[in-house]
């Protein structure tokens, strides 16, 4: 029953609110800047493809590489389909053992995604920790922490990883070689890449930890650690991730350039460092494809990724929206 001061005043329907809170993502500023830059959309497109295709290698490739039963050496050293010479079965020719290289290079994808996204979480987990309890802490931990930082600035991240492999290995023996090389290529690159994420966590927990709201929650009583969790990590996180973006596409030409010097896995586990490192060996004999296509899936790779991290930097940075 309607009273006259109700009378005429129509309550707006509550399912309404519903899809303009679902759909409030499409006027989001940074969904308008990716999609204003055909070049990052393009860039997303090749990376989601290459990732893609990598991790459903066993669902799309026509062999796999790793099974014995589906290579055999008569089809060594075919020339992609479309030249004289090549064979229907083999898109993109074959390798010395006969393998077919479209599914190689799936499958060396995925080896190299996968050492690559685990080698950048390690170094990930370490440097944020370390930023965030030498900011916090301050003094002489902090100045411990920053001076290793700067020693291993003084020397390239792929100096750093030959040294663990050579440590590591060392210790191991070479009989363990081949087993462990997989754990090794993701321990090398993770603490070749941490430094990075200590140094930005630091300096941003620096200027956090001085805030309004952090100075309350410690008087409120609230745990350091919990602090650290929960109010300052989520504010200094922004950097972090162009760092982690642009550092997937570091860690895999890591990995290729370690396993294309030999130091990396053996070549009965292909990765594109191992498959570029292969035909680098019949590149002058004519058989171009081996190295060409491998290289030119890590370059495109590489490309893709880093466009995509340089476009998350500009959209996280507030001064340039």
């Known amino acids: 029953m309607s009273t006259p001061a109700t009378k005429g005043i129509v309550e707006p329907a509550p399912a309404a609110a519903a899809p303009k809170a679902r759909w409030r993502w499409r006027d989001s500023d940074i969904l308008a800047s990716f999609l204003s830059s055909k070049v990052t959309v393009l860039s997303a497109i090749v990376s989601v493809l290459l990732i893609g295709g990598s991790l459903l290698a066993p669902l799309v490739a026509p062999t796999n590489p790793f099974d014995p039963a589906t290579v055999d050496l008569m089809d060594s050293l075919m020339p992609p389909r479309w030249v004289e010479g090549g064979d229907p079965r083999f898109l993109l020719g074959t390798d010395n053992q006969g393998r077919d290289l479209y599914s190689a290079i799936l499958y060396g994808m995925r080896v190299s995604l996968i050492i690559g996204l685990a080698g950048v979480a390690i170094a990930a987990v370490l440097g944020i920790g370390l930023g965030l309890f030498a900011g916090w802490v301050g003094g002489r931990v902090d100045a411990f922490v920053m001076r290793v930082a700067d020693v291993q600035l003084t020397f390239p991240a792929i100096l750093i990883a030959l040294l663990i492999d050579g440590v590591v290995h060392g210790i191991v023996g070479n009989a363990q070689r081949e087993n462990t090389a997989f754990a090794v290529l993701i321990l090398s690159i993770g603490l070749s890449f941490w430094v990075q994420y200590a140094r930005t966590v630091r300096g941003s927990t620096m200027v956090e930890k001085n805030k309004d709201y952090v100075q309350a929650a410690r008087l409120i009583g609230i ?23 642009i550092n997937i596409a570091l860690a895999v030409i890591t990995e290729a350039t370690l396993s294309f010097l030999g130091v990396g896995l053996p070549p009965t586990q292909p990765s594109l460092g191992t498959l570029i490192r292969i035909g680098n060996d019949f590149l002058f004999s004519g058989e171009w494809w081996i190295v060409a296509f491998p290289g030119l899936t890590l370059a495109a790779f590489v490309l893709a990724v880093n466009l995509v991290g340089d476009w998350l930097r500009d959209a996280l940075n507030p001064k340039l929206r």
């Open 223 to 245: 745990p350091a650690p919990l602090i650290l969790l929960k109010h300052v990590l989520p504010n200094v996180i922004g950097p972090v991730l162009v760092i982690l973006t």
